[in-house]
């Protein structure tokens, strides 16, 4: 069985509603307040999205890991916006009752000048 499969039965076991096509494995937010988790997998290697941010890994176990944590409430991401139109997203997980950014994504080319707002999104399927 391959990593995508793997996931995939292990989201099944638990009711958690997802869509596996390919080498893609897509998981929708529950409502307004989650983001949409993708996992992509080919030849070893793995990717993963969260909505605007994503990570490349060399190894697919260690994408499918990155993946599943962001579907635990321990995961959030942190999406900032200026006039309105998001622009940059980070990674952030809990640690020790304190979130903690991992990394960030970005567009090349924002309105620096333009004021900041910040929306936090957190999927709860799992538990960890």
Not at 11 to 30: K, W
Not at 33 to 56: I, K, N, P, Q, Y
Not at 122 to 127: G, L, S, T, V
């Amino acid at each position: 069985m391959g990593t995508l499969e793997d996931v995939a039965q292990r989201l099944a076991a638990r009711s958690i509603p997802h869509e596996l096509e390919g080498a893609t494995l897509v998981v929708r937010p529950r409502d307004e307040h989650g983001f949409t988790a993708r996992l992509e997998c080919r030849d070893g290697h793995g990717a993963v999205s969260f909505e605007g941010w994503h990570e490349h890994f060399d190894d697919a176990r260690d994408a499918a890991s990155c993946f599943v944590f962001g579907l635990t409430a321990r995961c959030r991401l942190r999406v900032t916006r200026r006039w309105g139109r998001a622009c940059a997203w980070a990674l952030e997980s809990m640690e020790d009752g304190v979130w903690q950014e991992d990394s960030e994504t970005g567009l090349l080319l924002v309105p620096f000048w333009a004021k900041k707002s910040f929306e936090y999104l957190q999927n709860d399927w799992m538990a960890e």
